[in-house]
T-cell receptor, first 114, second 114 residues
Framework: DTGVSQDPRHKITKRGQNVTFRCDPI?????LYWYRQTLGQGPEFLTY????????KSRLLSDRFSAERPKGSFSTLEIQRTEQGDSAMYLC????????????FGSGTRLTVV | GESVGLHLPTLSVQEGDNSIINCAYS??????FIWYKQESGKGPQFIID?????DKRQGQRVTVLLNKTVKHLSLQIAATQPGDSAVYFC?????????????FGTGTRLTIIP
């Protein structure tokens, strides 16, 4: 296992289109997080899962955003009717409950809405 | 409100010198802090963490200092190398094992001058 994988690395979409991103966490990690990062800013929390349960969602996560982790392994983040303000880096991270280390982040998916 | 902020947005250091990156936090309930390094096009990479019951923690060439009295965190990098050039974020967490959501600061861009 080489870490947290995210796909695609880059996505360019037209405004109004739907996009879906995928995250594959480290296999033994039971918690999975989504963050959004805009240029020059730190990552902002969007949501997280423990196994397949979505435990918390940020107010940043409008009703156009939905995340799933159906089998407690990989997760998807979908954005419907994309807007230019959705352009950002979407980061996924995972960790194992009870460990003393910070999360392991993936390299992110860079979304550009044109 | 709750925030984690950084004192300086940019820092340039001569190769071989030591660097210090500072961070202020406002939530006195924070009990776990992490420093991340982020290189261009990559996700944040864990550097070092510290719990609120500690004042100092050392890693390889890095030291984190925590002053709870003034809610201040610093990252010291010794004998800087070109590969240390990156954006550095501090992040706070209210779970002692760092498994809840992180709140990130804006970041400091560290440039190592050869």
């Amino acid at each position: 296992d080489t870490g947290v994988s995210q796909d695609p690395r880059h996505k360019i979409t037209k405004r109004g289109q739907n996009v879906t991103f995928r995250c594959d966490p480290i296999s033994e990690h039971n918690r999975l997080y989504w963050y959004r990062q805009t240029l020059g800013q730190g990552p902002e929390f969007l949501t997280y899962f423990q196994n397949e349960a979505q435990l918390e969602k940020s107010r940043l996560l409008s009703d156009r955003f939905s995340a799933e982790r159906p089998k407690g392994s990989f997760s998807t983040l979908e954005i419907q009717r994309t807007e230019q303000g959705d352009s950002a880096m979407y980061l996924c991270a995972s960790t194992l409950t009870g460990t003393a280390y910070g999360y392991t982040f993936g390299s992110g998916t860079r979304l550009t809405v044109v | 409100g709750e925030s984690v902020g950084l004192h300086l947005p940019t820092l340039s250091v001569q190769e071989g010198d030591n660097s210090i990156i500072n961070c202020a936090y406002s939530n006195s309930a924070s009990d776990y802090f992490i420093w991340y390094k982020q290189e261009s096009g990559k996700g944040p990479q864990f550097i070092i963490d510290i719990r609120s019951n500690m004042d100092k923690r050392q890693g390889q060439r890095v030291t984190v200092l925590l002053n709870k009295t003034v809610k201040h965190l610093s990252l010291q990098i010794a004998a800087t190398q070109p590969g240390d050039s990156a954006v550095y974020f501090c992040a706070e967490n209210r779970s002692n094992f760092g498994n809840e959501k992180l709140t990130f600061g804006t970041g400091t861009r560290l440039t190592i001058i050869p």
